[in-house]
């Protein structure tokens, strides 16, 4: 059975050729054939959103720790937001993103602490480690979102180091 590499060969050989070396033709072809299949296999690899077989290997250099149960798809979901993470600290990036997941939301913060002189009766108290939090408000949640303790994952994983995220619900 003729492929298409040992067809191309035959073309580049200067005259007809019959019995041993057209069966040396075929296994050269064969071979040819199953490197340009697996050369096409392996560009996908190059990127985190088409990766198969290492995205084991994407995972580890950018830090994500998935559980045995996720999927294939999800796990490629988390490495794309990890490698496009360059988005920043914006309330903008961050509701954004959260759109991407599939929830509306909005994002309070300023969680002053309490103060002799300067706060009054009735205010919130807060620690002085709550000022460093943030609170995203969920609106509304898609139909296609990703699961509560993904989005959360994720947008906790994506969040300012120093600070803490909040998340409350309808």
């Known amino acids: 059975m003729a492929n298409k590499s ?3 060969i035959r073309q580049l050989m200067p005259l007809q050729i019959d019995g041993d070396f057209n069966d040396d033709v075929e296994i050269e072809g064969a071979a040819i054939d199953d490197l340009l299949s697996r050369a096409d296999e392996l560009y996908l690899e190059l990127f985190p959103d088409t990766c198969d077989e290492t995205l084991p290997d994407w995972e ?3 830090e994500l720790n998935p559980s045995p149960s996720e999927s294939k798809a999800l796990r490629r979901s988390r490495l794309v937001y990890a490698v496009r993470r ?9 509701i954004g993103l959260a ?6 939301a909005t994002i309070t913060e300023g969680h002053a602490v309490f103060r002799a002189g300067m706060s009054a009766a009735g205010d919130a ?8 939090s943030w609170t995203m408000v969920v609106s509304s949640i898609g139909a296609n979102a990703v699961p509560q303790t993904q989005f959360e994952s994720i947008i906790t994983m994506l969040g300012p180091a120093h600070g803490a995220v909040l998340f409350t619900y309808p």
């Not at 360059?86 to 961050?94: D, P, W």
């Not at 759109?99 to 509306?104: E, I, K, N, P």
């Not at 108290?125 to 460093?132: E, G, K, L, P």
């Open 125 to 132: 108290v807060y620690t002085n480690q709550d000022r460093w």
């Open 60 to 62: 580890r250099v950018y």
């Open 86 to 94: 360059r988005g920043g600290l914006s309330r903008r990036y961050f």
């Open 6 to 8: 040992s067809d191309a």
């Open 99 to 104: 759109a991407s997941l599939g929830y509306t």
